[in-house]
């Protein structure tokens, strides 16, 4: 869908994205109007109308990205996604995981409001998007009263996140054989570079998933497993060397996972691949 995206994320410091921030790097959060090939049954209530109601509610924007798609004339109204948090959730040590909500919408009909849970990690910045079970994912269509839905499913989800911040402490208490360890990167590594026929050409190798970018990442536990397999399939940089059609030596960089959907449909599969794996362990 896109060719890359925009990500802007709150300094540490700051209570929240400001509206100038967000104007110059997702400015279709702002659309004046639906794009035109949107039908007279589309009803239009642009995101920062949806933003302002959630902020009176004490929901602030803390990071946003948006997609920038190969037609350049639906720029203004492309997909875009925003992470709220309150106020009174800060940060605390490195390794600390903060409940959030995570907003995907659009104004070219590429998405309805789609509301997640999401959970955010301080040690490396790395915001994951849950759904496993009891996790919440509400879609509101762009018709009726959008902004009082997505409030009214604000609050729903954002519970539900609050929930899955459980699956740290429980997890961390789960050690992993090499071997489990390896069955686990295997997985995620299907996930992100297996094509539609599951056929699998990079020369990335699975370990490599599994290698921590931080000394505090260095551990067996399916916690810090997880986080690690996630930021290495989620940031790319992995090199390796392989071979082009030629057969002639050839280095390959895995690329970072920009696009929205992507990043979404990546962040969910590997957090199910975790609780299921914790799962068999807590049943062993």
């Not at 790395?126 to 009082?148: F, M, P």
């Not at 990442?217 to 059609?245: C, H, P, Y």
Request: charged share 25%; aromatic share 6%.
């Amino acid at each position: 869908m896109s060719r890359h995206t925009n990500i802007l994320r709150a300094h540490k410091d700051a209570i929240a994205l400001t509206e100038d921030q967000l104007r110059a790097r997702v400015p279709s959060i702002f659309a004046a109007e639906a794009h035109g090939s949107r039908s007279d049954r589309y009803t239009y209530i642009p995101t920062i109308n949806v933003m302002q109601g959630l902020a009176k509610e004490g929901f602030l924007p803390v990071a946003a990205r948006q997609c920038s798609p190969r037609d350049d004339t639906r720029h203004d109204f492309a997909k875009h996604m925003i992470r709220f948090r309150r106020p009174d959730q800060k940060y605390g040590a490195v390794g600390d995981v903060l409940p959030e909500l995570v907003l995907v919408n659009s104004h070219d009909g590429t998405s309805s409001y789609n509301l997640m849970a999401g959970l955010f990690r301080l040690a490396c910045m790395n915001g994951l998007v849950v759904e496993a079970g009891e996790i919440a994912s509400i879609r509101i269509g762009h018709k009726g009263d959008i902004v009082s839905k997505v409030i009214e499913g604000a609050y729903t989800v954002l519970d539900e996140s609050v929930k899955a911040l459980e699956a740290p402490r429980q997890w961390s208490q789960l050690r992993l054989s090499a071997p489990e360890q390896n069955i686990f990167a295997e997985q995620a590594h299907a996930m992100r570079f297996a094509d539609a026929e599951g056929e699998i050409t990079t020369a990335i190798k699975p370990q490599q998933l599994l290698i921590p970018r931080r000394y505090e990442d260095k551990a067996n536990d399916l916690w810090q497993t997880f986080n690690v397999v996630q930021e290495n399939v989620i940031r790319g940089g992995l090199s390796a060397m392989g071979r082009d059609a030629n057969n002639r030596p050839r280095r390959s960089t895995s690329r970072a996972v920009n696009g929205i959907d992507q990043d979404v449909k990546l962040n969910k599969a590997l957090w199910a691949l975790a609780s299921k794996m914790a799962e068999l362990k807590i049943a062993a």
